[in-house]
């Protein structure tokens, strides 16, 4: 297992190579293991994509729903995991 340090360079890095990388935005845990299972190197989370999983607005999503959320999401994969 990486060390939080370790995976913050292997991110920075991954910025550094000169050219771009996608990141998608899983919904959930499944959606999650699948877009690893796909090769992508990080995730990014969405607000925006959550609130309409749940058949919510954007910016309806409070933080107190968001942070667990973004704990599946997390503990789903050893990915780079963004927050928005």
Known sequence: MKTQKEKAEHFFKLHQKGSCFVIPNPWDRGSAKLLE???FQALASSGAGFAFSQGRRDLSINVREMLP?????????GLHLTAD
């Open 37 to 39: 299972h796909l090769g």
């Open 69 to 77: 959320h973004l704990q599946e999401l997390s503990a789903a994969t």
